[in-house]
């Protein structure tokens, strides 16, 4: 790893302090990841990417800020179209959220009842412990969760924020108000970047990031197979870095993966033992390093097939009409899309994610479903009755689960979603 501490702290972050997570980031990583027998040798990229996440990436970024004046904007939400800031020059890029590390910080500034996906990025924010946030030029926010509208009024103390007002219902006016509120995105964006989104830009950029998502969806459909060439765990690193890494060169990152996957689908290599369980997962997202579920399915006798997630299917299954001939079109595809495909529990009725989690649990033809909640998360919670209702219907077995980032109820969720696993038998 090349030594960034000099790069930390002309971006003004408190470096002794986040030593401490590069300390113990390598040993979690190690444990969850470099211990599997048999992975993909294209798994080597994505390693590497993460062994250095706070490194390479960030040191690229601000190349491209200090040599083309390219803007960086940072996002907490799958629903905000990455498209309009790539088309106007910039890039867009999440932002750290998914480590326990991060929680005492956010608790500073928020109620110890709010999610801790909210805590660890406001945390990250004020702490001055990651680069990402000390790069951005602009944060975009959205009025998703009652949580995260409060906390966008905190962070915006000290930084400058734009917010994207999603509905919440999915009505022909809700698309109409999107539409809206994608095009003064635009205005926002091209102000940011001093750039203008054409139609030949957005056009690109439609297609560029449907790519990335092709080839996230080339993979997830090897998890289909009977003899799985490549553990959840690592498919779920990769739908992490997607988050992160420019997504041309992690759409070829991924090609590759696959190419090597169809060798192994040809040669019916599987790194499950014959009779593994095959598990869906479904909830709130989990956000890089929180690899804690997957290496706890994974090493009580299951295989994690697929998530309906934002840290999965949610964040690629559904492409982006590529038809549209001018900006008008192409921002009515970008609202369908956008606010048409995810199924985020934010609206109400949501029972297109019900029936997501149904078709997925036959496509991937999972054995049983484990509902996650991040503690706190409202809304996932609540809607957790429905999910649990419907799988009963289907006959599906499934269980809910309520966790955090930390690893106290690690031995807890060993004995339940071992018993589960068990069950399935
Ligand atoms: S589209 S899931 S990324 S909002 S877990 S912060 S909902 S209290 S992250 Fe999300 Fe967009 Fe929806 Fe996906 Fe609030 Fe719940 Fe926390 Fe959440």
Not at 243 to 249: E, H, I, L, Q, V
Request: aromatic share 8%; glycine share 8%; hydrophobic share 35%.
């Amino acid at each position: 790893m090349t030594d960034n501490h000099l790069m930390w702290e002309n971006l003004g972050m408190d470096v002794k302090t986040h030593d401490i997570l590069c300390e113990v980031l390598p040993q979690a990583f190690g444990d969850v990841y470099l211990t599997q027998e048999n992975r993909p040798n294209g798994m080597d990229y994505f390693n590497m990417v993460v062994g250095d996440i706070h490194g390479i990436r960030p040191a690229e970024l601000i190349k491209l800020q200090e040599e083309e004046g390219k803007k960086v904007v940072g996002t907490f939400c799958i629903h905000v179209p990455d498209e309009v800031v790539f088309a106007a020059g910039g890039i867009s890029t999440g932002l750290c959220s998914g480590s326990q590390f991060w929680v005492p910080g956010g608790e500073k500034v928020l109620p110890t009842a709010t999610c801790p996906l909210i805590k660890a990025s406001l945390g990250a924010h004020f702490d001055k412990t990651c680069p990402f946030f000390r790069i951005c030029d602009l944060f975009v926010g959205e009025t998703t969760c009652d949580g995260k509208k409060k906390a966008w009024e905190i962070l915006s103390e000290d930084t400058e924020m734009y917010i994207m007002d999603i509905p919440q219902m999915k009505r022909p006016q809700d698309f109409k108000k999107w539409e809206e509120e994608i095009r003064n995105y635009i205005g926002k964006i091209e102000e940011i970047t001093g750039n203008k989104v054409t139609e030949e830009s957005l056009k690109d950029s439609i297609v560029m990031l449907n790519n990335k998502r092709k080839a996230l969806q080339r993979l997830n459909n090897f998890r289909k197979l009977d003899n799985i060439p490549i553990s959840g765990r690592d498919v779920l690193l990769i739908h992490q870095i997607a988050f992160y890494d420019d997504p041309t060169r992690f759409t070829e990152m991924v090609n590759k993966l696959c190419d090597e996957l169809e060798k192994r689908k040809e040669e019916k290599v599987s790194v499950f033992e014959k009779g593994t369980k095959r598990i869906l997962l479904t909830g709130t997202p989990l956000s890089i390093p929180n690899w804690k579920l997957h290496q706890i399915i994974e090493n009580s006798g299951g295989a994690v097939v697929c998530e309906e997630m934002c840290t999965g299917i949610r964040y690629c299954e559904a492409l982006v009409d590529e038809s549209g001939e001018n900006i008008d079109e192409m921002v009515e595809n970008l609202a369908e899309r956008y606010l048409g495909h995810i199924n985020c529990a934010c609206f109400t009725p949501n029972k297109s994610r019900i029936d997501d989690i149904i078709r997925l649990a036959k496509e991937y033809k999972a054995d049983g479903v484990i509902d996650v909640n991040l503690k706190f998360c409202n809304i996932y919670d609540t809607e957790g009755y429905f999910v649990e209702k419907a799988m009963a219907e289907e006959g599906i077995p499934c269980i809910g689960i309520e966790t955090d980032y930390t690893d106290e109820d690690a031995e807890q969720l060993k004995t339940r979603i071992g018993a589960f696993i068990e069950m399935l038998n």
